[in-house]
């Protein structure tokens, strides 16, 4: 991992990605280029240990690397694959 300046990894999630993160409050979205993983929301309260809250799956042939979260509305950019 890359190393910025002040900058120290408190915790590691092994996942697809290669999208967006957004992390609001206690949790972190987690976008995904590849089907079948789409969305994947994580509960970072304890940054060494994250948690794996819940999974929202693509269709092949899809991909959902845009999220955007606020006021408690989570918007998925799908999109199919060029």
Do not use: W
Request: charged fraction near 25%.
């Amino acid at each position: 991992m890359a190393q910025g300046k002040g900058m120290r990894e408190v915790g590691y999630i092994d996942c697809a990605g290669g999208g967006q993160i957004v992390v609001k409050g206690s949790f972190a979205y987690i976008g995904n280029m590849s089907a079948p993983d789409g969305t994947v929301i994580y509960d970072v309260r304890d940054p060494k240990h994250p948690k794996e809250l819940a999974r929202l799956g693509m269709i092949t042939g899809t991909h959902s690397h845009k999220v955007r979260v606020e006021n408690d509305l989570m918007v998925i950019n799908r999109e199919v694959n060029p």
